[in-house]
């Protein structure tokens, strides 16, 4: 996984309540057993004037020249309900996104991001949509800045927003971090447990 | 210290603390289904990775697979196929139960779990899908997670979880008649919304709770998604152990003894803390049906579409009004007079045997309205069989409905089946998502007796009007 500790990128504004993972990415999008091939059906419902086609409707943001090689997303609370389909992250990820603010995430959605390296920053609406106010005049321009390291958001302007993201999410995004590589690291640990617990549960066990 | 039942589960399946702020904790049962468990088994095969306790670790056909009589592995959806059969042979590789298409054990897996006694209380069990919740119902620590996490899972019989913050839904008295779990998670959603419990494990507790079917403890436990909670659950009491008594892998003997000694400890203590109580009344509680494309804008069904001024606690205005717009209402309509085009029963909500008892009673000698396709889709194929025994599908047949094989279906369509551009569905399903049902579809989600009553009605209807 890529490492992730400082981005300044063009920002898009999709700035919805409740964008669910059916949104992000249809079922019908989803064609392949496979974890690729997923960035042309992002928003499908959204970006293209008919369902299954590929006309763009020029009325939604990202295809919009002004936001061409957008790679953080700003958007409402509860982003990523619905589905708990990682191929949302996955076609966000392979479309360039890196970082996605929004007021609260949902939390199987969260953990996906983590994940994928795609850094979810969670921040009050006001703060976004301050931001997407500075941004929308000229957004090639007026680039916003996420910085892991720093645990901070830079607005255009320069005004610097602190956020707070859980220790573990944070470590396995600035490290680019495979986890199970991490937990088989204390397999030992695990087996114990196994076997102690096997005496007290040991219906569990099959 | 006084311990809430989540507590109890987690401190049961704690490894190890990360120091990161994450714990490590044990994860007894992973199920898995062909559309985010096959790429799960694929990654982490290619990845040369062991499944650590395949014995654990089940598999099943819901999501993507037809539900016309006599299928197999072949999809309205032009992929499909794929689908089914890497999960297949993925899944036989790695030692795991599979539950295949013709397997009289299929279902959802959501309602097959309990069925074959996989689901337990005080255990934890995952699956990459967010309706996971719905089996905390049963006392166990059920939650939906990702694919790459569900490689995780079976790679190491564990996950890394940050502990979720911890919310009480208490509903006192009973759920007035014609009321159900439905209607009940319904109203939940409207008075927290959409992200009421947002990361929160919830536990229901009360009166109103000890009082529903174990099938209705299932669907308002699978609703807790859709409030973005972590995971909901249920204290298990007498009638849970006498359900999973003699299930397939469920303990038996000596040790079901054993076992249910243990799970009679499974309750909240008195004086226990949580981060937020949230009490509901049962009485109040009416016939739920929602006008929007959230599961958080619902209405009682004989109320007026709110105004804007009514919801703007939790909709911008841009989101109201797109709603409105999608679904073709307006403020202060009335839903009973909706015209409807389809009708349908079915999905890891409301597709258990109460369920379609429940249906099967409002329609029995009734007809569906004309031009109304009424479907009902079993939630397993054990429940359509003990359906057919009692005679419920010749109902439904009689009624003009659909009797399909088990599996998710038309609660969204994966399968490439789906209802039509702006078709007007009722639907006993979890989610009214703009084009879930299909494109353009504008759903509307309510229990199983009011889609059997639109469907007679041939528009949005109480069915306390129909009840005999």
């Known amino acids: 996984m890529e490492p992730f500790t400082r981005l300044t990128a063009v920002a898009a504004p999709l700035i919805r309540a409740n964008v669910d993972t059916d949104a992000i990415i249809p079922s019908r999008e989803m064609r392949t057993v496979s974890k690729v091939g997923l960035a042309d059906g992002l928003f499908a419902g959204w970006r293209y004037t008919e369902i299954g086609g590929r006309e763009r409707n020029p009325g939604f943001v990202l295809n919009d020249p002004a936001y061409q090689g957008a790679r953080i997303l700003l958007s409402g609370p509860n982003f990523g309900c619905g589905s708990s389909r990682e191929h949302a992250v996955w076609a966000l990820a392979e479309y360039g996104f890196r970082a996605i603010l929004a007021e609260s995430f949902s939390p199987i959605f969260h953990g996906n991001c983590v994940r994928n390296g795609v850094v979810p920053v969670e921040l009050p609406a006001a703060v976004i949509g301050g931001i997407a106010a500075q941004v929308v005049p000229a957004p090639q321009e007026r680039k916003v800045t996420v910085d892991l390291v720093r645990c901070e958001v830079v607005a255009p302007d320069g005004e610097a927003t602190a956020f707070r993201i859980d220790a573990e999410a944070r470590e396995m995004l600035l490290e680019g971090l495979d986890a199970i590589d991490l937990t088989l690291k204390r397999c030992r640990a695990i087996e114990a447990f196994r076997e102690a617990d096997r005496s007290r549960r040991p219906w569990i066990y099959l | 210290m006084a311990q809430t039942l989540f507590d109890k589960l987690w401190s049961a399946h704690l490894v190890e603390e990360l120091g990161s702020g994450a714990d490590l904790i044990l994860i007894d049962r992973i199920m898995l289904h062909e559309r985010t468990g096959g790429v799960a088994l694929k990654s982490l095969a290619a990845a040369g990775r062991n499944v650590m306790a395949p014995g654990q670790a089940f598999a099943t056909m819901d999501h993507v697979v037809d539900t016309f009589p006599g299928r197999g592995d072949e999809t309205l959806m032009p992929t499909g196929r794929a689908f089914i059969t890497a999960t297949r042979e993925a899944a036989l590789a790695a030692g795991l139960q599979l539950f295949d298409l013709a397997d009289p054990r299929q279902g959802i897996v959501h309602v097959i779990s309990p069925e074959q006694g996989i689901v337990l209380p005080g255990a934890t069990l995952v699956c990459p899908d967010s309706h996971t919740c719905t089996q905390g119902a ?63 494990v919830v536990e229901f507790a009360g009166e109103a709770i000890e009082g529903l079917d174990l099938d209705g403890r299932q669907t308002l436990c699978n609703m807790a998604t859709e409030l973005a909670a972590f995971s909901a659950v249920i204290a298990p009491d007498e009638r849970v152990f006498e359900y999973l008594n003699g299930r397939p892998f469920a303990p038996a003997g000596e040790l079901w003894e054993q076992a249910v000694a243990s799970w009679r400890t499974l309750k909240s203590d008195h004086e226990a803390h949580y981060d937020h109580r949230i009490a509901i009344e049962a009485g109040q509680v009416a016939p739920m049906v929602t006008w929007g494309t959230s599961p958080q804008q619902a209405i009682p069904i004989g109320a007026p579409v709110p105004t804007y001024d009514e919801v703007a606690d939790r909709d911008s205005r841009e989101a109201y009004d797109r709603a409105l717009e999608y679904m073709q209402l307006a403020s202060g309509g009335r839903l009973e007079e909706l015209p409807i085009d389809a009708a349908f029963i079915g999905s890891c909500t409301n597709s258990r045997i109460a369920d379609l008892r429940r249906a099967a009673a409002v329609l029995k000698g009734r007809k569906v309205a004309p031009g109304v396709k009424a479907i009902c889709v079993p939630g397993s194929t054990s429940v359509k069989r003990q359906a057919e025994a009692e005679g419920l599908d010749r109902i439904f047949i009689e009624a003009g409905f659909e009797w399909r094989e088990s599996g998710c279906s038309m609660c969204f369509f994966a399968g490439g089946e789906s209802f039509g551009p702006r078709e007007r569905v009722v639907s006993s399903t979890n989610r009214n998502f703009e084009s879930r049902q299909g494109p353009e579809t504008r759903s509307h989600l309510a229990s199983p007796e009011t889609v059997a009553a639109s469907a007679v009605m041939g528009r949005l209807a109480d069915p306390r009007g129909l009840a005999r």
């Open chain 2, 138 to 200: 049963w006392g166990a620590l059920a939650w939906g997670i990702g694919s790459t996490e569900a490689e995780h899972a079976l790679a190491t019989s564990t996950l890394r979880v940050s502990r979720p913050k911890q919310m009480l839904i208490e509903v006192s008295g009973r759920l007035a008649p014609g009321v159900t779990a439905k209607d009940l998670a319904l109203h939940i959603l409207a008075e927290l919304s959409a992200a009421g419990a947002s990361g929160h």
